[in-house]
C-alpha cells in the first residue's frame, strides 16, 4: 500500500528507522483498504500510543506511535480495522463447518491456547496455539458447529432416531462416562453414549430422544358407565367391582405380558400419549396417573411380574410401591340429576344412574371440579359442595347405606362445604297487633330489603301459612314483630338438604327475664312442612315442634315483648302453658329452670304482668287436664284477649 514501507521486528527498531513525528505499526493480516491514515491526535494525546479495535478484539495491533516514545495507550473503537482470515496458529479438528479463520488473540494478552467450543460444549472446536503457550483459555464465542457423528453410540428400541441430533460429544475435560440421554418422559430411557474406560454413568438433559409406544398391552376396567370400548387398541376389559386393588390383582394374576397399560372407562385418552415409560429404576414401581386434580387416579402402568409378586404382601393398594405421576387424565363428566325435591334422601334412594358417581343438584349446578378417587369404599365419598348440600357428589356403593338420611353413610367429605354458599332463602316477618312491629320491620327492610311481610292473619297455622304463601323459596326465616334482630346475625344459614326435611330454630335473648333459648327466635321453616302439618290440623302444643325440627344455638334477636300490660302477660301466658305442658310429660331440668324463671323473675316497666302471666299459663295448663284442645285455644289471639279482659279488664 505504501512504496516506503518498511520491515521491522520491534517497535524500537521502527523508532530508530522513523523520520516523521509518529509512525504507523501495521500488520499484513488487516485490511486497510478505508483506513485514514491521515490521522493525527490531538495535541494533550500527542504522547500516547493509539490503537485500535477489530471485529474480535480492542486491539487489532494496528497502531500510531510517537517516535521519541510513548507513555501508556489509547484505545480507538472505530473504525474498526477488519482482520483477515489466517490459518497460521490454528489446529482445526474434522467436521467443523464455516469457522472463521479471521479471530485473533488480543496482542496484549499473555501467550495462550485458545480452545473453541462446539454447539455442545467448550472443547470440541479449533485450537489457536500461541508461540510458547502452555495454559489453556476456554473461548465462549465464537463456537463451532460440529457435523459429524461419533461411533460410541447405543440406541434401544422403539426410539425415533430421526427425532435425536445424533452430532453431540462430551467435553474434552470430563472423565470417561457412560452418558445416559432420556425421552420426552423421563431423563433414563434414551440413547447411551460411551467413552472407552468409563464406569460410571452421567444423564444428560442436553437434548432428549422422542420414544415411540412402549410395547405394553392395554387393559381397560370397566365400571359400568357406557364408556367401555372407548379406549383404542384395549386388548382385554375387566369390570370394576368394589376397589381398585382386587381388579389390579386379578390382572395380573390373569396376564402374560411384561408391562402393561390398566386404564379406566370414566376416563378420556383421546390427548394421552401411551409412550410414556418409567425410569429405569422404577421399571418394578406401580405407576400412578391422576385423573384431573385427585393423584390417586384411576390409570395404571403395571410390571406384571413384580406386582403379581408383591401385591399379595399388602392389605391396601397405598401400601404398595407407588410412583405417582403428575400426568392428568380426564374424567368424563359424571352424569346430572337435577330435582326441586328438600332433600335429596328420596332421589338418591329411587334414580338409577349409570357410573361410579352422579351429581346431584337442586340449583341447576351442572359441573364440579372436584374428582372423588374410586380407589375402596373409603375414599368413594360423598362430598357435599355448599354449606347447605344443594349440591353434591354420590358414589354409586351409598346408596345401599341412605335410609332416612345421607349422614347414614359413614364416608362423607365436608371438607368443600364452605367452598359455596346455599341458595339464600327467603324472610318473611310476620306481625299482628304488636306495638312496636312496625319499629322493628323497619329494622329489618332497612337492612335486608328483600325480606317480606305478612300483617295481621289470626291464627299460629294461618299466620305461617300466608308466610308460606309469600316464599319464593323452598325455606323461609320467619321474624316476628315482637323481636329485634340481632345485628350479627345474617340470614345465610342454609337447610342441610343431606337429611329430611325440618324447621331450624334459632336463640332469641328474652330482654324481661334474660333467658335465651328458641323461645321467639327466628325460625327456618320448611314450606312443606308447615303445609303439611296444616292440612293434617296434628300440629300439638307448640306449633314448631310439631314437625322435625333441630335447635340452632345462634342468637338471631332480642324479644321485647313488654310493650304494654296485655302483651307481656299474653307472651308469658303462653310460654308458660306450653312450658307446663311439656314438665308434665317429658321433664328436664332445662325445662324445669326455664319455667321457674318465667314464674318468679322479671324486670322492666311491665315486669309482674310477665310473672303474672307465666303463673296464670301454668295454671291454665293444670285446669285442662293435660286435654290438647282445650291448651291449643291459647293459640288464638281473640281468646287470649277475652281471658285477659275476664281477669284484669281493659288495661291497655
Known amino acids: 500500500m505504501f512504496p516506503h514501507e518498511q520491515s521491522v521486528d520491534t517497535i524500537e527498531q521502527a523508532m530508530q528507522l522513523s523520520r516523521t513525528r509518529y509512525f504507523w505499526w501495521i500488520n499484513y493480516l488487516s485490511d486497510y483498504s478505508d483506513f485514514d491514515f491521515?490521522?493525527?491526535?490531538?495535541?494533550?494525546?500527542?504522547?500516547?500510543?493509539?490503537?485500535?479495535?477489530?471485529?474480535?478484539q480492542k486491539d487489532a495491533g494496528t497502531y500510531l506511535i510517537p517516535k521519541t516514545g510513548f507513555t501508556d495507550t489509547a484505545y480507538h473503537n472505530a473504525p474498526v480495522v477488519t482482520r483477515l482470515e489466517s490459518y497460521e496458529g490454528w489446529v482445526t479438528p474434522n467436521a467443523v463447518d464455516n469457522w472463521d479463520y479471521s479471530w485473533h488473540p488480543d496482542p496484549t494478552a499473555p501467550p495462550l491456547i485458545y480452545q473453541f467450543g462446539t454447539q455442545w460444549q467448550k472443547t470440541g472446536g479449533?485450537?489457536?496455539?500461541?508461540?510458547?503457550?502452555?495454559?489453556?483459555?476456554?473461548?465462549?464465542?465464537?463456537?463451532?458447529?460440529?457435523?459429524?457423528?461419533?461411533?460410541?453410540?447405543?440406541?434401544?428400541?422403539?426410539?425415533?432416531?430421526?427425532?435425536?441430533?445424533?452430532?453431540?460429544?462430551?467435553?474434552?475435560?470430563?472423565?470417561?462416562?457412560?452418558?445416559?440421554?432420556?425421552?420426552?418422559?423421563?431423563?433414563?430411557?434414551g440413547p447411551v453414549y460411551t467413552v472407552p474406560g468409563?464406569?460410571?454413568?452421567?444423564?444428560?438433559?442436553?437434548?432428549?430422544?422422542?420414544?415411540?409406544?412402549?410395547?405394553a398391552a392395554v387393559y381397560e376396567i370397566d365400571h359400568l358407565d357406557g364408556n367401555a370400548g372407548k379406549i383404542p387398541g384395549v386388548?382385554?376389559?375387566?369390570?370394576?367391582?368394589?376397589?381398585?386393588?382386587?381388579?389390579?390383582?386379578?390382572?395380573?394374576?390373569?396376564?402374560?405380558?411384561?408391562?402393561?397399560?390398566?386404564?379406566?372407562?370414566?376416563?378420556?385418552?383421546?390427548?394421552?400419549?401411551?409412550?410414556?415409560?418409567?425410569?429405569?429404576?422404577?421399571?418394578?414401581?406401580?405407576?400412578?396417573f391422576a385423573s384431573d386434580n385427585e393423584k390417586f387416579g384411576d390409570t395404571f402402568f403395571m410390571h406384571v411380574p413384580t406386582f403379581r409378586y408383591r401385591a399379595e404382601k399388602c392389605q391396601l393398594l397405598e401400601w404398595y410401591d407407588l410412583n405417582f405421576v403428575s400426568t392428568s387424565i380426564p374424567r368424563r363428566p359424571m352424569p346430572v340429576i337435577q330435582h326441586n325435591n328438600d332433600t335429596h334422601v328420596d332421589i338418591i334412594q329411587t334414580q338409577s344412574w349409570a357410573g361410579p358417581l352422579a351429581l346431584f343438584t337442586t340449583n341447576g349446578t351442572q359441573e364440579t371440579m372436584i374428582t372423588v378417587p374410586l380407589w375402596r369404599e373409603k375414599t368413594k365419598t360423598i362430598v357435599p359442595l355448599d354449606n347447605g348440600g344443594e349440591t353434591l357428589i354420590v358414589p354409586r356403593s351409598?346408596?345401599?347405606?341412605?335410609?332416612?338420611?345421607?349422614?347414614?353413610?359413614?364416608?362423607?367429605?365436608?371438607?368443600?362445604?364452605?367452598?359455596?354458599?346455599?341458595?339464600?332463602?327467603?324472610?318473611?316477618?310476620?306481625?299482628?297487633?304488636?306495638?312496636?312491629?312496625?319499629?322493628?320491620?323497619?329494622?329489618?327492610?332497612?337492612?335486608?330489603?328483600?325480606?317480606?311481610?305478612?300483617?295481621?292473619?289470626?291464627?299460629?297455622?294461618?299466620?305461617?301459612?300466608?308466610?308460606?304463601?309469600?316464599?319464593?323459596?323452598?325455606?323461609?326465616?320467619?321474624?316476628?314483630?315482637?323481636?329485634?334482630?340481632?345485628?350479627?346475625f345474617d340470614f345465610t344459614f342454609a337447610p342441610d338438604r343431606l337429611q329430611q326435611p325440618k324447621h331450624y330454630i334459632f336463640h332469641a335473648k328474652n330482654t324481661v327475664n334474660d333467658l335465651e333459648y328458641g323461645h321467639m327466635g327466628v325460625v327456618l321453616y320448611n314450606i312443606t312442612g308447615i303445609r303439611q302439618i296444616n292440612a293434617q290440623g296434628n300440629f300439638g302444643i307448640d306449633y314448631t315442634l310439631s314437625f322435625a325440627h333441630e335447635t340452632v344455638p345462634e342468637l338471631s334477636c332480642y324479644g321485647s315483648f313488654d310493650q304494654s300490660p296485655y302483651h307481656t302477660w299474653r307472651t308469658a301466658f303462653r310460654e308458660c302453658a306450653k312450658l307446663a305442658y311439656f314438665e308434665s310429660t317429658t321433664p328436664t331440668v332445662e325445662g324445669s329452670y326455664r319455667l321457674n324463671i318465667w314464674t318468679s323473675k322479671a324486670h322492666g316497666p311491665y315486669a309482674k304482668w310477665c310473672v303474672q302471666g307465666a303463673n296464670d299459663g301454668v295454671e291454665f295448663f293444670k285446669s285442662t287436664n293435660q286435654q290438647l284442645q282445650i291448651l291449643k285455644q291459647s293459640f288464638q289471639w281473640q281468646w287470649l284477649r277475652n281471658y285477659f279482659v275476664t281477669r284484669y279488664g281493659e288495661l291497655d
Not at 294461618?462 to 325455606?475: E, G, H, I, N, Q
Open 198 to 215: 468409563a464406569t460410571d454413568i452421567k444423564f444428560v438433559d442436553q437434548i432428549r430422544i422422542q420414544s415411540q409406544r412402549v410395547a
Open 126 to 189: 479449533p485450537c489457536y496455539i500461541v508461540n510458547t503457550a502452555e495454559e489453556i483459555k476456554y473461548v465462549v464465542y465464537p463456537r463451532a458447529y460440529k457435523t459429524n457423528v461419533n461411533d460410541c453410540w447405543t440406541i434401544p428400541n422403539g426410539m425415533d432416531v430421526n427425532s435425536f441430533d445424533w452430532t453431540w460429544h462430551p467435553d474434552a475435560t470430563d472423565p470417561p462416562y457412560n452418558y445416559q440421554f432420556g425421552t420426552q418422559h423421563q431423563r433414563t430411557g
Open 398 to 488: 351409598a346408596i345401599p347405606y341412605i335410609k332416612t338420611q345421607i349422614y347414614d353413610y359413614p364416608y362423607i367429605d365436608r371438607s368443600y362445604k364452605k367452598s359455596a354458599v346455599s341458595q339464600l332463602q327467603d324472610i318473611v316477618f310476620i306481625s299482628y297487633d304488636e306495638p312496636d312491629a312496625d319499629d322493628n320491620w323497619k329494622l329489618l327492610s332497612d337492612k335486608f330489603p328483600r325480606a317480606k311481610r305478612v300483617h295481621g292473619v289470626a291464627g299460629i297455622e294461618l299466620a305461617k301459612a300466608a308466610a308460606a304463601d309469600v316464599s319464593t323459596t323452598p325455606w323461609f326465616f320467619a321474624v316476628f314483630a315482637k323481636t329485634k334482630l340481632y345485628n350479627e
Open 235 to 288: 386388548s382385554k376389559t375387566v369390570r370394576y367391582f368394589d376397589n381398585y386393588f382386587d381388579v389390579l390383582k386379578r390382572i395380573a394374576n390373569s396376564s402374560t405380558e411384561e408391562f402393561i397399560w390398566i386404564c379406566s372407562s370414566v376416563c378420556d385418552y383421546t390427548n394421552f400419549d401411551f409412550s410414556w415409560h418409567p425410569e429405569q429404576w422404577q421399571a418394578s414401581m406401580l405407576h400412578v
Open 38 to 56: 491521515l490521522w493525527e491526535p490531538v495535541p494533550w494525546q500527542a504522547t500516547q500510543r493509539h490503537a485500535w479495535a477489530s471485529q474480535w
